[in-house]
């Protein structure tokens, strides 16, 4: 990367996440592609009865279930943001702030599609067996809930994953597995709220939950900006 290179008409924020996504887009697509070939093999399986797993046959569907991979992945390519980019932008003019604002607009990217991604995958599914004429009985969730919870989680994760990246990054080993094992709590938190019944009516329980998750989300980024914004340039990354 190059001095010309995040200068342009576009705001330096936005150069960072153009940047980026030229980066990680291909690795996103090939995700996608062997994470959806894997996963729809061995839920098949599951189905056919040649791997046991009578909760997943009872459901009737083989995408239920497959956020859950996807969250991983964001977490590993946050975990990356810093380590592996913190230095050639703030090299090259970029201000902390506006890696931290491009680093942000590029989660929320990431987030976006793997939300459209995992919601697509519940018609494609039942579009499938109805063609097929397979004798499949499909509990789908309530679509705008599961995206909107989704893409929190999704967004929640990478920026979980960029703090223990930026942790780990800034200090020393000791206080970078203190900062990992308060993003894991968080991570496990999101989690927690995500699944337990807080309300007896539907709609108010998405709605608390999806207010508590953008809570602990914001909670994330302001951490994680915090520790952006006194990081030095690092020309080795030490433990």
């Known amino acids: 990367m190059n001095g010309n290179s ?8 936005m150069n960072v996440a153009k940047h980026l996504w030229s980066t ?11 994470f959806t070939g894997c996963y729809v093999t061995i839920n098949e399986l599951i189905m056919r009865g040649y791997i046991p797993d ?7 569907s083989i995408w239920e279930g497959a956020s859950f991979s996807p969250r991983i992945f964001l977490l590993v390519v946050g ?41 697509l995958g519940y018609p494609v599914e039942r579009f499938i067996i109805d063609i097929s ?8 969730p ?20 960029w703090l223990i990246g930026t942790g780990f990054y800034r200090f020393h080993w000791f206080k970078g597995l203190l900062i990992c094992l308060l993003a894991v709590a968080i991570m496990v938190g999101m989690e927690i ?13 998405a709605g608390i939950k999806l207010l508590a ?27």
Request: charged share 15%.
């Open 193 to 205: 709220v995500s699944d337990i019944e807080i309300a007896d009516a539907v709609a108010v329980d």
């Open 24 to 34: 990680y887009r291909y690795v996103l697509i090939w995700f996608w592609i062997v």
């Open 213 to 239: 998750l953008a809570i602990i989300g914001a909670l994330v980024v302001w951490l994680n900006a915090t520790f952006l914004r006194k990081v030095a340039v690092k020309r080795k990354l030490t433990i």
């Open 54 to 60: 009578e909760e997943i046959r009872e459901s009737g």
């Open 79 to 119: 975990i990356l943001l810093t380590i592996g980019s913190f230095n050639s932008f703030v090299s090259n003019g970029i201000t902390r702030k506006s890696f931290g604002k491009g680093g942000l607009v590029f989660a929320a990217v990431m987030s976006l599609i793997c939300t459209v991604v995992n919601l």
């Open 6 to 13: 995040v200068k342009g008409k576009r705001s330096p924020a």
């Open 133 to 140: 004429g397979a004798d499949r009985l499909l509990t789908h």
């Open 142 to 161: 309530n679509l705008v809930v599961e995206g909107l919870t989704s893409l929190i989680l999704y967004f929640g994760y990478f920026c979980a994953g």
